[in-house]
């Protein structure tokens, strides 16, 4: 009677669990795996938003096409360019930002809110903030001038190759340090204080506290950053959007998303932009899993 009882306990448990997870699992079904699903289907047409012709089955000529395009490789390049440059140094400096922010003890909220501020505004609203800043007459020539001691030099953020690219990545820095600062200060607060305690006591420096302590027992969360900052920084579309619609040149920061939407909406081809956006989907699935997959080392060893 009792092994009756139990199981039918364990049952209604898990009843009410599927009950309560079931309108999430709608909603990601709808909205998420649906979506993919169609734009794999959709990915091997051709469809036109024009026409009223029924899509015509292509099969991998989109893909085929898509590997042939030097315009989808130019904007794989770019999106390769700023994925480097926003991710490496976003991941160090939160890292860095964190532990500095954990070390004092006074104002430490000051702190984590100041850095989190930008990341509460819309993409928009940041890339909007940045094109005044640098404008021929915005703060980044005024400050540039400032720093180097020239006086009225345009260092065209808005119209040179490189600085145009700097200027993006500049953006998403300043979006989403805050962010990812206020994550890796949630992972090293949650290291247990006997630890460090312990590892003071026996001697060990700053410098061998964090490399033997901290940053080992930060795994997960470096992970967590990693992987998030990656996914953001593959997907990035507003700043170069708003950046090229405000008179930028648009070929240095083509990114992949941005030639998605070109494709769709100015160019009317459906089948072609699904078929970068599977692409797009795949190489951040294979990113994942690299990075899930090189996680998992040896066991932390400490002094």
Same mark, same amino acid.
Do not use: H
């Given at each position: 009677?009792?092994?009756?009882?139990?199981?039918?306990?364990?049952?209604?448990?898990?009843?009410?669990?599927?009950?309560?997870?079931?309108?999430?699992?709608?909603?990601?079904?709808?909205?998420?795996?649906?979506?993919?699903?169609?734009?794999?289907?959709?990915?091997?047409?051709?469809?036109?938003?024009?026409?009223?012709?029924?899509?015509?089955?292509?099969?991998?000529?989109?893909?085929?096409?898509?590997?042939?395009?030097?315009?989808?490789?130019?904007?794989?390049?770019?999106?390769?360019?700023?994925?480097?440059?926003?991710?490496?140094?976003?991941?160090?400096?939160?890292?860095?930002?964190?532990?500095?922010?954990?070390?004092?003890?006074?104002?430490?909220?000051?702190?984590?809110?100041?850095?989190?501020?930008?990341?509460?505004?819309?993409?928009?609203?940041?890339?909007?903030?940045?094109?005044? &800043?640098?404008?021929?007459?915005?703060?980044?020539?005024?400050?540039?001038?400032?720093?180097?001691?020239?006086?009225?030099?345009?260092?065209?953020?808005?119209?040179?190759?490189?600085?145009?690219?700097?200027?993006?990545?500049?953006?998403?820095?300043?979006?989403?340090?805050?962010?990812?600062?206020?994550?890796?200060?949630?992972?090293?607060?949650?290291?247990?204080?006997?630890?460090?305690?312990?590892?003071?006591?026996?001697?060990?420096?700053?410098?061998?506290?964090?490399?033997?302590?901290?940053?080992?027992?930060?795994?997960?969360?470096?992970?967590?950053?990693?992987?998030?900052?990656?996914?953001?920084?593959?997907?990035?579309?507003?700043?170069?959007?708003?950046?090229?619609?405000?008179?930028?040149?648009t070929r240095? &920061?083509?990114?992949?998303?941005?030639?998605?939407?070109?494709?769709a909406i100015?160019?009317?081809?459906?089948?072609?932009?699904?078929?970068?956006?599977?692409?797009?989907?795949?190489?951040?699935?294979?990113?994942?899993?690299?990075q899930l997959?090189?996680?998992?080392?040896?066991?932390?060893?400490?002094?």
């Amino acid at each position: 009677m009792r092994r009756r009882r139990g199981f039918s306990m364990e049952r209604k448990k898990a009843m009410w669990g599927w009950l309560f997870v079931l309108p999430a699992l709608v909603f990601f079904s709808a909205f998420s795996f649906y979506p993919i699903i169609n734009a794999f289907y959709e990915s091997f047409y051709n469809r036109n938003l024009l026409s009223l012709r029924p899509p015509r089955f292509v099969g991998w000529d989109n893909y085929t096409y898509l590997f042939r395009s030097k315009d989808f490789w130019l904007s794989v390049q770019n999106t390769a360019i700023f994925t480097l440059g926003t991710f490496i140094p976003l991941v160090l400096f939160s890292l860095l930002l964190a532990v500095c922010i954990m070390s004092i003890p006074r104002f430490r909220r000051f702190f984590q809110l100041s850095l989190y501020a930008p990341a509460v505004l819309s993409s928009v609203v940041a890339a909007l903030i940045w094109l005044l &800043i640098f404008d021929p007459r915005g703060l980044a020539n005024q400050g540039m001038n400032a720093l180097l001691g020239t006086s009225g030099v345009n260092y065209k953020w808005l119209s040179d190759t490189f600085m145009l690219r700097l200027s993006t990545i500049i953006v998403y820095f300043w979006k989403y340090i805050g962010y990812f600062t206020v994550l890796f200060v949630a992972g090293i607060g949650a290291i247990p204080y006997s630890l460090t305690e312990a590892a003071l006591i026996d001697g060990a420096n700053r410098w061998q506290l964090f490399w033997r302590i901290t940053f080992p027992l930060l795994k997960p969360t470096t992970l967590l950053v990693s992987v998030m900052t990656m996914i953001q920084c593959l997907k990035t579309f507003s700043t170069q959007y708003l950046f090229s619609t405000s008179g930028a040149p648009t070929r240095p &920061i083509n990114v992949i998303t941005l030639n998605i939407y070109n494709t769709a909406i100015k160019d009317y081809r459906i089948g072609r932009a699904t078929a970068m956006s599977i692409l797009l989907f795949l190489v951040m699935l294979v990113f994942t899993w690299l990075q899930l997959r090189l996680s998992r080392t040896e066991e932390v060893t400490f002094m």
